[in-house]
């Protein structure tokens, strides 16, 4: 039997690792020139490989990922990089490799492929794909390849520079299977505030809270990062994959920020009325509680508003610190992305196996399909437990 997989990444080299046998024709096609090229820029380089709080919750569509996750778990990933001949390293429940660098499970992931006898073609162009005679027909590159079964694990539009070109939905789309629109996720958010350029340049610990139509979508707390055209920072690029689909629709979006999170409102007015009776301004005391820029925004905007003298001056202070609203109008492009939101139509999938429910034989694994998750290793343990499943399906029939 020959399997066909179409990328290389994350979800395709281990669902390859997962079907390949003596019995096995396996070929991967990759349209660059390097394997696994969006596992090398992953955590910064480091690859965080998984989570140990993996559940259904971290990810959009619920039903599905949970499916998805008890088929190939937490547990089975890291038995499997394991067997691999990959230590991993527990920082806080987050894996690593244990040399920290993603260069590392890319080698392993390889040298499986080369054990194996799994054959890679790279800067291979697929120009056309059909089904005939129950056979899959993939042509490029002056080349037509027939396959018993194909896999197609091409990930979506994130990070462009490794190569994903969303390439996938269009052979998705080939074999008459519906494509979700897609949207950048897990990148920053563009606001349309002023004095973002003020903030540029602060990272300080918040909750954030996002609104859509005035109803709250999602609150995270941690580092935010404020910069010259908006929000960054995990708590924003996870709020992102809430509001990205909102904000290119053109809905009223906002993102209200808590820069003293852990302190109560009470709290604050205590603290700047002590200030006030021996001597200091508010404006110093707001420099004791905040990042200089961010003091000196609060308080040039509230005297604006009201004079220093007003009874609601300080109460003015203290909203702006525990509610500040960001108006959202746009994200960061794909680029910058760190996953798509949208692709594969989820309906159109079996999660127990990843195959399609309108043509036999016909498989998805990864970021192509219609799932995005949080930050921290959640999307790559979607593309692992993805593309094991389809490789291991495509052993066997469950239908």
Known sequence: MKICIIGAGAAGMVAAINVANENNEILILEHTSKIGSKIRI??????????????????????????????????DTKQFFYNCGLMLKDKNGYYYPMSEQAASVIDVLQSELYKRNVKLITDFHITRMHRK????????????????????????????????DG????????????????VPGLTGIVCKNKICKSFAGVRTKATVTAFIEGASVYKETGEV????????????FNCCNYISRAINLEKDVEITVDYLPDIKSEDIEKFIITQKDNGKSVLYALKGMLPSKI????????????????????????????????????????EQAQVTCGGVDLSEINPKTMESKLVKNLYFAGEVVDINGLCGG?????????????????LYDKN
């Open 42 to 75: 992953s955590g910064n380089g480091k690859c965080n490989l998984t989570n140990e709080s993996v559940s259904k919750e971290k990810y959009n569509n619920q039903d599905f990922a949970d499916v998805v996750l008890n088929e190939f778990s937490v547990d």
């Open 225 to 236: 990062q404020f910069t010259d055209y908006g929000l960054s920072g995990i708590p924003i």
């Open 295 to 334: 003091a000196n925004g609060i308080y040039e905007i509230v005297v604006n508003k009201c004079k220093k003298d007003s009874e609601y001056f300080i109460s003015n202070i203290i909203n702006f610190i525990k509610k500040f609203e960001f108006k959202a109008i746009d994200t960061r492009d794909y």
């Open 378 to 394: 959640y999307n790559l343990q979607f593309a692992w437990s993805s593309g094991a499943i389809a490789g291991k399906s495509c």
């Open 167 to 182: 390439s996938g939905y269009s052979y998705a789309k080939m074999f008459g299977h519906n494509i979700i629109e897609q």
């Open 133 to 164: 005679d129950d056979k899959f027909i993939i042509k490029g590159n002056n080349k037509e390849i027939i396959a018993d079964k194909l896999i197609i694990a091409t990930g979506g539009k994130s990070a462009a520079k490794t190569g994903s």
